[in-house]
């Protein structure tokens, strides 16, 4: 597996000039978990970047049913993966199916490189984003302040998990 940093120039997380709430909600990105041997990764349009404990972090959020969960969970570190619209297919394809059932990466095109801290960011991206996780916590309905969040997103009960990473490492596409 070819490495990161021989397609990707190495960025300062304060140097990053993206608009993340159009960069994740709208152009959604891909998270991926797990080891260079082993990685799940799935589309995601919810999130965000900003400051924790005054660390530059990314927060990301999965449900318990999705495979990806368990990689999140299970690893020290997870990544980001941004595209432009030309890959809008394989961020369909990779929100759609299940790496439980398919090879996600064989059936996507997709091309995996790997990170300084043996995490994938893919080669088709235009920015990856690796995070070293610092916190997790389940969403708790008790605590919804939006009347009708639980019916709307959570018909099935099934709270996200919340993770919050400190970037340690932000690629651009050279």
């Given at each position: 597996m ?77 990544t ?10 394989i ?23 790997k ?21 997790y916590?389940d ?27 400190e970037?340690?490492?932000c690629?651009?596409?050279?």
């Amino acid at each position: 597996m070819q490495k990161i940093d021989e397609l990707f120039q190495k960025t300062e997380p304060r140097h990053l000039t993206d608009n993340f709430i159009k960069a994740i909600g709208d152009e959604w990105m891909l998270i991926t978990a797990g080891t260079p041997d082993k990685f799940n990764t799935m589309t995601a349009s919810w999130g965000t970047i900003g400051v924790f404990w005054n660390k530059p972090v990314a927060i990301c959020f999965i449900r318990p049913t999705r495979y990806t969960f368990e990689f999140a969970s299970n690893n020290e570190f997870f990544t980001l993966s941004f595209f432009t619209e030309q890959e809008r297919d394989i961020l369909n394809f990779c929100g759609t199916k299940s790496g439980k059932n398919i090879d996600k990466i064989a059936s996507s095109g997709l091309r995996p490189l790997k990170t300084p801290y043996n995490n994938i960011g893919y080669e088709q991206s235009r920015l990856c984003i690796e995070c070293k996780k610092v916190y997790y916590d389940d969403l708790n309905p008790d605590h919804f302040l939006m009347h009708d969040a639980d019916k709307k997103f959570y018909p099935k009960k099934d709270y996200h998990r919340m993770f919050i990473g400190e970037i340690v490492n932000c690629y651009s596409k050279k």
